[in-house]
């Protein structure tokens, strides 16, 4: 979903990010220029946000002339993107870092697909779950209660104690289904702001669930802001900084803040990361061997696509769980409130045999 920068104009969704820097990317490659690359994205675009906002990048581009001034001038992409692009001119290697900005925001447009699948699709099925035990509750055990009281009257008296649990089981069911269905509900409409995603991350971090895919999340994010800024050539102590400005997740703040200090004491970049356990003891290890071999960028690299891809496994271990845990709540609150309906039945047979 596209939002509105301070500049007033509209700001890119992830994908759109993703996709508008690996266009420029492949044009700069070229050797096209990079007024005219922003203008030809332009031109080929569709009547959308993605043509508004390259138009008014353009723009910005002709008065000022430097691609991270006009970035940061327009506000049409996070401000994450616009300090990579501006290390990425420092040190000549523009096209790389948009190379790494588009695999960057391509996978967080994924994840937040993902996440969006994994409140929109259990909101549907609490929402049907809701209907079914309404009807229930509220139509279908109260006839079967006239209808046993019709017909065997006081013989079926000691029976109805099983009619009333069954109702007190679809009332409570229904009570759980739809503050679920509430919860899931305030989650989707936070979604869909900024600030409203800041908070669901940070519940996320305290909910059992899914605090280990949070700070999963969270390294993978910090390792790919690093790798980028030292392949842009800024140095490692700016690069440290930067880095960890962008990670908001508590306890890998924490660490980082930890190794920082450590750094300032006279540590290594990847010997602090390692004292501070902020990876597994074999990925640290497999830094330190490559900081020797004067290859830590290259490894910092390829642990932020493995800690990226272990956080989408757990986050689509968690999504696939979601749908099994709500069928089998499903079962048990229909099973047993219409088990309630059947046992009376069962009772006034044996009273009058």
Not at 93 to 122: D, I, M, N, W
Not at 126 to 135: D, E, K, S
Not at 272 to 288: C, V
Request: some cysteine; hydrophobic content about 45%; glycine content about 10%.
């Amino acid at each position: 979903m596209a939002t509105t920068s301070k500049s007033g104009q509209t700001r890119l969704n992830s994908l759109e990010v993703s996709a508008f820097c690996e266009s420029l990317a492949m044009m700069l490659s070229a050797g096209i220029p990079v007024e005219e690359a922003v203008g030809l994205l332009g031109e080929d675009a569709a009547e959308n946000d993605f043509k508004d906002a390259a138009g008014a990048l353009h723009d910005a581009l002709l008065d000022c002339g430097v691609l991270s001034q006009a970035v940061s001038q327009c506000g049409i992409l996070p401000e994450y993107a616009a300090s990579m692009i501006a290390a990425g001119e420092s040190a000549g290697r523009t096209e790389g870092v948009l190379r790494s900005l588009a695999h960057h925001y391509g996978a967080q447009a994924r994840l937040e697909q993902k996440l969006k699948s994994a409140l929109v699709y259990p909101l549907g099925l609490l929402g049907l779950m809701a209907v079914i035990l309404a009807v229930l509750v509220a139509t279908v055990l109260p006839v079967f209660g006239r209808v046993y009281q019709s017909l065997a009257g006081d013989l079926a008296t000691s029976s109805y104690g099983y009619l009333r649990f069954g109702q007190a089981v679809g009332w409570v069911g229904l009570g759980l289904t739809l503050a679920a269905a509430a919860c899931l509900l305030v989650c989707l409409v936070q979604s869909r702001t900024p600030a409203g995603r800041r908070r669901l991350e940070t519940l996320s971090e305290r909910l059992p669930l899914t605090r280990k895919a949070s700070a999963s999340l969270a390294v993978a994010r910090f390792t790919g802001a690093l790798s980028v800024f030292l392949a842009s050539g800024v140095n490692v102590d700016s690069a440290m900084e930067a880095a960890c400005n962008m990670v908001t997740h508590r306890d890998t703040a924490r660490k980082l803040e930890a190794a920082r200090a450590r750094m300032e004491a006279g540590d290594g970049l990847c010997t602090a990361i390692y004292e501070e356990k902020l990876f597994e003891p074999l990925y640290g290890r497999m830094l330190l061997s490559s900081a020797r071999a004067g290859s830590a960028e290259a490894t910092l690299e390829q642990l932020a696509q493995i800690f990226s891809e272990d956080s989408n496994r757990q986050m689509d271990r968690l999504i696939d769980s979601i749908e099994p845990l709500l069928a089998g709540f499903l079962t048990v609150a229909v099973g047993l409130t219409l088990l309630s309906s059947m046992l009376p039945l069962i009772g006034i047979l044996g009273s009058i045999g």
